[in-house]
């Protein structure tokens, strides 16, 4: 079975502190991706990795860095918190080429005091 | 760029019966996907059905199918035979090509009661 796993389901943080949302995915899959989603808005795509070490902006990529050391490992940073980074964070990988859906971690509930 | 319209924020539907979920796009991308994800209330992303913008038949996946309309840009999921399991909220999404080969765009969602 596929998978992809994010770290922690639930994290609670205060605001300026520098928080680390990590996804691990099983697939050997080239890309990557991060999304958050907040009702009423859908899922917002933050950032995008292809390849090790390879990124790209989303469309909601202000206050978000993102870091793709190891083909299997995409971490999501926030450098500073802020209450409005409170959110569903969700990873997910597919393969390359231009085929083939999403796949999903069960994402991060992240709540910045 | 692209853009994915749901304009239904929430719908419902009897058991048995079929509902349709709308879905219009706009790219300027000579080629894409389009996708439907299921979402229940646990949180999972689940994937339903895919559509090429070159496929000539409509997809079908079980209960799922994909009424896509081209000139319309429109891709609308049908569920047939609802269940009280198919509530959830369900996102459709577009992939283009390009410089936006790897990225998926979605739409804000629409949320699924099923009533017994």
């Known amino acids: 079975d596929v998978k992809v796993t994010q770290s922690s389901r639930y994290l609670v943080k205060r605001t300026g502190e520098k928080v680390f949302l990590e996804c691990v995915q099983d697939?050997?899959?080239?890309?990557m991706f991060w999304y958050r989603q907040d009702p009423g808005l859908g899922l917002r795509l933050i950032y995008f990795?292809?390849?090790?070490?390879?990124?790209e902006k989303g469309d909601i990529p202000e206050g978000y860095s993102v870091s793709r050391e190891k083909k299997e490992r995409f971490s999501l940073i926030l450098e500073s918190a802020s209450t409005n980074q409170t959110s569903m964070y969700l990873c997910?990988?597919?393969?390359?080429?231009?085929?083939?859906?999403?796949?999903f971690g069960e994402g991060s509930r992240l709540t910045v005091l | 760029a692209q853009k994915i319209t749901q304009t239904q924020p929430g719908m419902f539907v009897q058991e048995k019966e079929a509902v349709t979920l709308d879905c219009t796009y706009d790219t300027s991308d000579p080629s894409y996907g389009l996708f439907w994800y299921k979402q229940p209330s646990s949180g999972e992303m689940i994937f339903l059905i895919y559509?090429?913008?070159?496929?000539?038949q409509n997809a079908t996946e079980g209960r799922y199918s994909l009424n896509f309309q081209k000139a319309r840009k429109s891709a609308n999921l049908v569920i047939s035979a609802s269940q009280l399991g198919d509530s959830a909220m369900y996102f459709c999404?577009?992939?283009?090509?390009?410089?936006?080969?790897?990225?998926?765009?979605f739409g804000k969602g629409t949320l699924l009661t099923v009533n017994p």
């Open positions: 559509q090429g913008s070159y496929d000539q």
């Open positions: 697939m050997d899959h080239e890309n």
């Open positions: 990795s292809y390849d090790v070490k390879m990124k």
């Open positions: 997910a990988s597919k393969s390359g080429g231009d085929t083939g859906e999403l796949f």
């Open positions: 999404a577009m992939r283009g090509r390009g410089g936006s080969n790897y990225k998926l765009t």
